[in-house]
């Protein structure tokens, strides 16, 4: 299927191939099923398989559009919906929608909120109300995604990396997490915290501040912030995010999931 995709990607017109049509249906499936990850994790970190994505978006012009209607509903689009929720065993409150594609294990709970097409939910995770998981977003086991949250999709440019969000991890309400920003296992981030592939993470745990970019470190607790930066106008506050701590090792998971940051007298 490798071959079939990456000779695609560089003729456009093999699109009209059967051939070609049945290989990226039958990625685009095992997507679905959780066979095959946009991006997974090795010994030697995370690796992207960008054949994969080169699927996902071959996917979009096989596919032609089609009106749906669920009761009172109607939607509009090229991309058809999970189904069978209660044979997988995930729980989803209306009006929770998932795309075709987009692999959500057993045990996980979407509350009304979006899961994109190439995304990965593990298994355990709450995916909260209004939250949104772009495509290709890659979620950990036993991840909060808290209420309002936006996890960023990458399909283009293709060699970019999707959002990474590691097993344990608890993403506060109106968190902001794009650009492939990798949230490191058991790290909690506070209300509103923004994560881009730029932001400054500084973490001040220490007599001397270090600043890191594109990766919040496993266990560390993180809240909104900002710094002093020069312009010609003049000096202006910068967003930023602090590191503040570190998850207590000694604290029960999920307790400490909702105590982490009341730890630091940082409400969540």
């Not at 996902?56 to 669920?70: G, N, W």
């Not at 109106?174 to 990798?182: A, S």
Request: charge should be positive.
């Amino acid at each position: 299927m490798k071959k079939i995709i990456e000779s695609a990607w560089e003729n456009k017109k093999l699109l009209e191939n059967e051939e070609t049509k049945l290989a990226v249906k039958s990625v685009i499936e095992s997507l679905d099923k959780g066979e095959i990850r946009v991006a997974e994790p090795t010994n030697n970190g995370w690796v992207v398989n960008e054949w994969i994505k080169k699927a996902v978006i071959l996917y979009f012009p096989i596919q032609k559009m089609k009106t749906v209607e669920i009761g009172p509903f109607e939607f509009h689009d090229k991309i058809p919906l999970k189904n069978n929720y209660a044979k997988k065993g995930i729980r989803v409150v209306p009006h929770a929608i998932a795309r075709f594609g987009a692999y959500i294990s057993k045990g996980v709970i979407l509350m009304p909120s979006y899961v994109n097409i190439g995304s990965y939910v593990d298994e355990g995770s709450m995916i909260d109300t209004w939250a949104t998981v772009g495509s290709c977003a890659q979620i950990g086991k036993n991840v909060h995604i808290s209420g309002g949250v936006g996890i960023g999709g990458v399909l283009e440019p293709l060699q970019a990396s999707p959002v990474i969000i590691e097993d344990n991890a608890f993403i506060g309400s109106r968190c902001i997490v794009v650009e492939g920003v990798k949230v490191g296992k058991e790290a909690v981030l506070g209300a509103n915290v923004v994560l881009t592939g730029s932001t400054k993470i500084i973490d001040v745990t220490g007599d001397n501040p270090k600043e890191i970019k594109g990766e919040v470190p496993k266990r560390s607790v993180v809240i909104p912030g900002s710094y002093t930066k020069k312009f010609t106008a003049g000096n202006f506050q910068v967003p930023c995010a602090l590191i503040i701590g570190k998850r207590k090792e000694s604290t029960d998971k999920k307790t400490s999931l909702n105590n982490a940051l009341r730890d630091y007298n940082v409400s969540a």
